[in-house]
């Protein structure tokens, strides 16, 4: 995959992964307290990594087509981390 078509993968991904913390935000607010307090600190923590990826995404815009193979490799652990954090989620509050 090239340059380009990773950085449109990873735009879409990123539009998606916003719906998913909208979604699990109002979840949160149906929540009991103590839950509702666990369940948003977990969001928060998503919410960082979320923008932690759309920060290097923006970086990666901005590499040479030589370099950009290490930023996507970095890119690559941040969004699998993510997802398994969205998974954790969705599992242990359903």
Do not use: C, H, R
């Amino acid at each position: 995959m090239d340059k380009e078509a990773y950085q449109k993968k990873l735009e879409a991904q990123l539009k998606e992964w916003k719906a998913e913390l909208d979604k699990l935000k109002a979840q949160a607010e149906k929540k009991e307290a103590e839950a509702k307090i666990s369940y948003q600190d977990k969001i928060k923590d998503l919410e960082a990594q979320y923008q932690k990826i759309n920060e290097e995404l923006k970086g990666l815009k901005e590499t040479s087509s030589e370099t950009w193979e290490g930023v996507k490799k970095e890119l690559d652990k941040g969004t699998d981390e993510f997802k398994k954090q969205l998974q954790e989620i969705y599992s242990k509050f359903k």
